[in-house]
């Protein structure tokens, strides 16, 4: 249970650092599609690190929903119907694994554009648009405090 705890406490301070290399990329992407600047190093990392850092929180919430009590073992011990009808477990069963699975996949599509060779333009576009759908998904599955049955603090300690 203390390693399960302890990724817990690594995933909530990690959507910090992906909430904020999104907004930097979406805003950097944003400047180089309106502007029409060079697709640069910095963007490409930018989005190399989001996507890193994105594919690393999946697996410690994929860990969790399989060793956690919110996922694989809720499935075990209660029919998937009764899940489905229970607005608490369907998130953490399904809703908050199915939109960051989406999110994960456009992050990794909007990486994908900047290896492409087209124009800068189209890359700042893809990228802008690609990050930001994957944040809108990431900010309406996150559980904010205050959503009732699914809240959890903003960092780690708090209550």
Do not use: C
């Amino acid at each position: 249970m203390l390693m399960y705890n302890g990724l817990l406490h690594l995933h909530n301070i990690l959507r910090w650092v992906i909430l904020l290399l999104m907004l930097i990329a979406i805003s950097r992407h944003f400047v180089g599609m309106t502007r029409k600047r060079p697709f640069t190093s910095g963007d490409r990392k930018t989005g190399t690190f989001l996507f890193i850092f994105a594919n690393l929180q999946f697996l410690i919430g994929l860990y969790q929903w399989f060793f956690g009590p919110w996922g694989f073992k809720l499935i075990q011990n209660t029919s998937f119907g009764e899940i489905m009808k229970n607005s608490t477990y369907r998130f953490w069963v399904v809703e908050h694994t199915l939109m960051m699975l989406i999110a994960i996949a456009l992050i990794s599509i909007g990486r994908g554009a900047a290896k492409k060779n087209i124009p800068d333009v189209s890359k700042h576009r893809r990228g802008f648009w690609f990050y930001l759908i994957a944040l809108i998904l990431i900010l309406v599955a996150i559980p904010w405090p205050g959503r009732l049955g699914i809240g959890r603090p903003l960092l780690p300690g708090m209550q």
